[in-house]
Structure formats: structure tokens, C-alpha cells
């Protein structure tokens, strides 16, 4: 199995049971602000893993490619921050995990607009289903 593969299923399981960690997690502490603080503090496991992977300090880069990382980084984090709020909102998780988790079809279309990066016509036909999937979602 190749390493990117391997990656990606590994992305999967842990985003999988994320979503169902989180809105226990809410219930449990009751403020949205605790839930967000403590799991931030998996920042320092991210950290130490990279790190591992790599083998070097990741304070040796640009002050170019830190600001844009930095950027990556708070659109994640904010983005993080409205989806505790919305579970914070009563929003149930079978239906706001999924939900959020289309973004990568928003992400296609900002690549195209933004990078220059082209969609074949099965891609599209794939974006548009997933818009349809927000609307059934939603309503």
C-alpha cells in the first residue's frame, strides 16, 4: 500500500471519531471555549510528530512561509471555532460533521479561481453533487 494511501486512510479513522469526540467533548464541558483550549493542546502531539517525520526544527523557515502557514492555520482554526459553535448550537453531529466536511469541494473551486489549477468535467459533475449534498443536508 503506498505511504500517501496509508496517510489518507489514517486521516479518515481519526477524523472520523473527531467528530463524534468533539460533540461529547462539548457536552461534557458545556463551554465551547474549554473544548476549543483543550484541543488545541494536541498542537503540541502535531508538533512532536512532525518533528519525528522530519527530523529538523520546524522554526527554520522564511518569514514568508511562516506567515502562510500562519494564515493555513488560523482559516483552519476559525474555521474549527464555528464548528463547535454550531454543535454548541444544538446542531446534531450525524448531520454537522458531514456537513463541514464537503469543504474540499469549496477548496477545489478557490484552486481553480485562485491557483490556476484546471477540473476535469467528472470533477465538476463531483462539486456539483456535492453542493446538492449541502442543500439535502441543510434542509
Do not use: D, H
Not at 45 to 56: E, M, N, S, T
Amino acid at each position: 500500500m503506498e505511504r500517501w494511501l496509508v496517510y489518507s486512510l489514517l486521516c479518515l479513522v481519526l477524523w472520523g471519531f473527531w467528530g463524534v469526540a468533539l460533540k461529547e467533548a462539548e457536552a461534557r464541558l458545556g463551554e465551547w471555549y474549554k473544548v476549543y483550549f483543550a484541543s488545541n493542546l494536541a498542537v503540541v502531539v502535531a508538533v512532536a510528530v512532525v518533528g519525528a517525520i522530519y527530523g529538523r526544527s520546524l522554526l527554520s523557515m522564511s518569514v514568508t512561509n511562516a506567515m502562510t502557514a500562519f494564515l493555513a492555520g488560523a482559516l483552519g482554526t476559525l474555521g474549527y471555532v464555528f464548528l463547535v459553535l454550531s454543535l454548541k448550537a444544538g446542531g446534531p453531529a450525524s448531520i454537522v460533521i458531514p456537513l463541514t466536511a464537503l469543504y474540499p469541494a469549496l477548496t477545489a473551486v478557490a484552486a481553480v479561481i485562485l491557483l490556476g489549477e484546471s477540473l476535469s468535467a467528472r470533477q465538476a459533475v463531483g462539486i456539483a453533487l456535492a453542493m446538492l449534498a449541502i442543500y439535502l443536508m441543510s434542509t
